[in-house]
């Protein structure tokens, strides 16, 4: 009798849910849309619109400002879309607050 093996981790970075509601401008969509951030890495996010619907390939960029009045920015491409409004984007371009922002929750200081 075989034994199932766990799945291999492979992700490259380190995964911090968050809850956090942000707004996201989707390319061909005229207005922000809010989102919440369900978990956050160097390499891309997960989110969940409650209701406006988003297409994999689509780029978007989000923002964000810290209680310390840093102004957080994030761009990337829709990668896959889930069911429940849920959707992964891979990020391709961060600001410096973003990146203060995910180094602030690596080292446990948020």
């Known amino acids: 009798m075989r034994l199932a093996r ?30 919440e951030i369900v978990d956050v890495s ?14 994999v390939a689509q780029r978007a960029t989000l923002r964000f400002v810290l209680s310390d009045q840093r102004a957080c920015a994030a761009s990337g ?5 889930e069911r429940g409004g849920v959707f992964v984007l891979t990020l391709d371009e961060t600001n410096d607050a973003f990146r203060g ?9 948020l």
Request: net charge positive.
């Open 101 to 109: 922002f995910l180094a602030s929750l690596s080292a446990g200081s």
């Open 6 to 35: 766990a799945p291999a981790n492979r992700r490259r970075h380190a995964r911090f849910p968050l809850g956090l509601p942000v707004k996201l401008q989707v390319t061909g969509q005229a207005a922000s849309i809010i989102v």
């Open 42 to 55: 160097a390499g891309g996010l997960r989110l969940r619109s409650l209701g406006e619907e988003v297409r």
């Open 77 to 81: 491409r829709v990668m896959r879309v």
